[in-house]
């Protein structure tokens, strides 16, 4: 029997849990040092997690203004893929994916890792034809994409509404079966427990207020429980990116938006992969406890609500039941809101900034936690080597001036990015 037996449960009943040894330590903020990593999501305990697992660098500190995966990481649909047309895009989701498919072992954490398929649906012949592209792209690059009839469909989504006059008429999908879902926030926790045990701290409710500059260098952190020196100051603080790096006295071209899901009271398996329209931009899956999540678009003005406008989750809500019209007779249970970074292509920015010691992780719109362990990997290896790893060159803060967008349709935050 492990610690955790039903005898130690049952005692946790009467006694608060107090034997539970906590996950990982509350240490108090040293003076200095090597990194200082701002945020505590799963990209900054991922980064944090392999720079000291894979590079020896455990003198680092990951400074979170609340509780860790109290942000996106917490709040977002739990979508994982690497169902992308852009080479650039596609190795980083690739490498991602992969790391993914090994995620429990490495962290010997149960991340839920659910490869139940991600499913685009096409409303046109001209959806159908962009969808074989993105396949014919996608195999190119060795990652796996299905390109599905109606009469294939009906087999593994059976309540998709495939009547000819449904307001939104369905003439096929293509499908990643790699893809599917992960569990949120055990992605947060396990990549937290390894990195304390790595010997990073992990310092909650410890906010960043300023970035200390010694002429173009940033050389420390100013933070509510003091000020904190670093050699290498990386931000990974998703929607509030562009908040912090105006501490460092940097202009991101980026815009942050509130995005929001919901999900209904739990039901028996009824929805088999994720349902994703590109098109109407809604998207439908069965969370493990089996209530059904909708998302869509983001609000699409600026704000820093962790709450959205109703018109906007009604709207995603009205296309995801034209979609499965069944589900209109269950009961939402809650909704909530993340504030994303939207980037004006649609794609992260991960990289050195122009200010010396200074590194950036973000912009990653609505579409970063399925890059949780690839971003970690790949900014960790940046991080240590003083350089961007070469996957990740594409998605240079420099890309703005030099007129290199990163933009796949489909993925970008305008609506006529589709
Ligand atoms: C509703 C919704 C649905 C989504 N669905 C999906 C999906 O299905 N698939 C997908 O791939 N992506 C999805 N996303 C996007 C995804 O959640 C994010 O891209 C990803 O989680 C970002 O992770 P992060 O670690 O960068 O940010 P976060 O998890 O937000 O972490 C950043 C942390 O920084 C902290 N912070 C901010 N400012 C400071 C400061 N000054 N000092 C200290 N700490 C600070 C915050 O408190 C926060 O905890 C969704 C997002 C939302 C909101």
Redesign the pocket.
Known sequence: MGRYSALSLLRGAFNGQSHWRPAWRHPDPKPAYDVVI?????????TAYYLATRHGIRNVAV???????????????????SNYRQEPLSRMYETSLKLWQTLSDELNYNVMFSPRGALFLGHSDADMIRLAEKGDAMRNQGIDAELLSVDQLRKIEPLLDFSRDARFPIEGGMIQWRGG?AR?DAV?WGFARGADAAGVNIIQR????GIVREGNRAVA?E?TRGRIAAGTIAI??????G??AA?AGLKLPVESQ????MVTEGVKPMVQT?VMSQSLHC?I?QSDKGGIVF?GD?DNWPSYAQR?QPMTLEGAVAQGLALMPSLSRLRMLRC??????MSFDGA?IIGPTPVDGLWL??G?????????PG?GWLFADSLAHGRPHEIVEPFSLHRFERGAPVDENGVGPMPNHR
């Open positions: 701002i945020g505590g999501g799963g990209h900054g305990l991922a400074l979170e203004k609340g509780y860790i995966g109290g942000g996106n990481t917490g709040r977002n649909t739990t979508i994982v893929r879902t949120h947060a410890c906010e960043v207020t952190v933070t990974c603080v998703a929607g509030h990116s908040h912090v501490m509130t995005l929001q899901a994720v998207y899956n998302g983001p959205g909530w809101a993340g504030v994303t970074d992260p992780n973000g990653w719109c609505y579409g970063g936690f399925k890059a949780t971003s």
